[in-house]
């Protein structure tokens, strides 16, 4: 069932693409331009998938499991990622996605995503995170919703049903970004169709994950590395491997299909240093946080995740540092 990965992918990098959906230009952009159009994309992506996942879950047909707390990691790991992703000129989804418009730097963050990521799992960098995961904190679920260890979420922590939460929020969410002046951008694939497509599909994405063994939904840097075993150590390819085949293809598919597709290069060659900086440090600090924007952001916000509201913070605050030191005037 491995091979699902790449039918999600497809459609997952095809959003992507239509949408325009980076995460580096949506925290960035709020912060530099005061633009609001992807912040409230990724926003309402994850307000929807609070309801569409646990839905899913609560009818059995998956058991959720966020991701593990760890405050070194998802602190530390988290602020380096969102520096990093500044560096890069794209989040982990981004420079995959844009691997398929032809984008050759973000070819080269993307294979250095992975160098990062494969050096902080054994490499060079693998004592810090051996030397972090004493501090992993695990909780038995609460909820039939859950897998039976998991990392700590609201629902846990407040011994509630997840149910009330995800609605609470979800409410929250939807207020914000339905209710608010959205900054406007003339794009066939709006903002909102994105959002409504990335919740729809995020739960067939967990669905088809745990059936090939992964209890998890959309994610970037495990597939990365997937690649990577497989290349170096002739390991089967997994589903989130055959997700990033399916992502480069589905945004090279919809690129072409809109005359998009171009192979692009800096003016400046110093240019691809600059990203492979930044692709290491993207690659390493989501390996050693537990996931990047897509794993923590995208799809762990909606399960309620501490480690992963964390995360998402400092990947913000990373990415935040980063843009003000280098675009401030």
């Known amino acids: 069932m491995a091979w699902t990965g790449l039918l999600v992918g497809l459609v997952f990098g095809i959003i992507l693409q239509r ?19 992807l912040w409230k994309l990724g926003f309402l992506a994850v307000g929807l998938q609070m309801i569409t996942v646990l839905f899913v879950a609560q009818m059995g047909w998956i058991s959720i499991a966020p991701p593990t707390l760890n405050l070194f990691g998802n602190i530390v790991g988290a602020y380096v990622f969102g520096l990093g992703m500044v560096l890069a000129g794209g989040c982990a989804s981004g420079v995959t996605y844009r691997s398929g418009e032809g984008m050759t730097t973000a070819m080269i963050a993307a294979v250095f995503y992975g160098i990062g990521a494969m050096a ?24 039939s919703v859950y897998f039976d260890k998991v990392g700590p979420t609201l629902a846990t922590v407040l011994n509630v049903n997840p149910w009330i939460p995800a609605v609470i929020l979800a409410a929250v969410l939807l207020w914000y970004t339905l209710g608010t002046k959205t900054t406007e951008r003339k794009t066939k694939f709006n903002w909102k169709v994105a959002a409504i497509s990335l919740a729809i599909l995020s739960p067939i994405a967990w669905i088809t994950s745990e059936a090939a063994g992964r209890n998890y939904g959309f994610g970037i840097t495990g597939g990365w590395v997937s690649i990577f075993d497989s290349y170096i150590s002739n390991q089967p390819l997994r589903w989130d491997g055959f997700e990033i085949i399916g992502i480069i293809l589905g945004a090279l598919i919809a690129s072409l ?37 897509i794993g923590h952001f995208l799809a762990g916000l909606p399960t309620l995740a501490i480690s992963s509201i964390i995360a998402s913070v400092f990947l913000i605050l990373g990415n935040w540092t980063m843009a003000y030191l280098l675009y401030r005037k």
């Open 120 to 143: 902080m799992r054994g490499g060079v960098f693998s004592p810090i995170r051996t030397w972090a995961a004493q501090f992993n904190v695990t909780v038995d679920g609460n909820s």
């Open 19 to 37: 949408g325009r959906v980076c995460f580096n230009s949506a925290f960035r952009d709020v912060l530099l331009f005061k633009d609001n159009y």
């Open 257 to 293: 299909l809109a005359k998009e597709f171009k192979l692009r290069m800096p003016k400046n060659p110093k240019t691809y240093l600059v990203v492979m900086i930044g692709g290491t440090m993207m690659g390493a600090g989501a390996s050693l946080a537990g996931g990047c924007n």
